[in-house]
């Protein structure tokens, strides 16, 4: 049973703007990593960005300065604001969490992000 709820994706326009959001069963740790990975049909899964309980964020090449990631004060639910959405964005996009080891978005890593929720999709049209 997924423990992150993710709920934002829709269709848009290329050049438009979706937020999403995840919220966690309890608040992040300063060590410890929510993101967002996504999923393109036929392709691998990515990294797409992550925050620490302490607010440092990374993002990845791809959606680096479209993309925002940020928290709430009480560090359970953590959005992804995306702006400027291309239609490569087009994908399944992924919550995770990951306990105690900070952030990173190598997908080297990907078996570190313990767990996941369900998705929710975005579309982008051109």
């Known amino acids: 049973q997924a423990q992150l709820r993710e709920s934002g994706g829709g269709s848009v326009p290329a050049g438009g703007s979706l937020r999403l959001s995840c919220v966690g069963p309890e608040p992040l740790k300063i060590n410890q990593c929510m993101g967002w990975w996504r999923q393109a049909a036929g392709k691998e899964r990515e990294a797409v960005a992550a925050?620490?309980?302490?607010?440092?964020?990374l993002y990845g090449d791809n959606v680096q300065g479209r993309f925002t990631i940020s928290r709430d004060n009480a560090k359970t639910t953590v959005y992804l604001q995306m702006n400027d959405l291309k239609t490569e964005d087009s994908a399944m996009y992924y919550c995770?969490?990951?306990?105690?080891?900070?952030?990173?978005?190598?997908?080297?890593?990907?078996?570190?992000?313990?767990?996941w929720g369900q998705g929710t999709q975005v579309t982008v049209s051109s």
């Open positions: 925050i620490t309980g302490g607010g440092n964020a």
């Open positions: 995770a969490r990951r306990a105690g080891l900070g952030c990173t978005l190598n997908a080297k890593y990907f078996r570190t992000w313990g767990t």
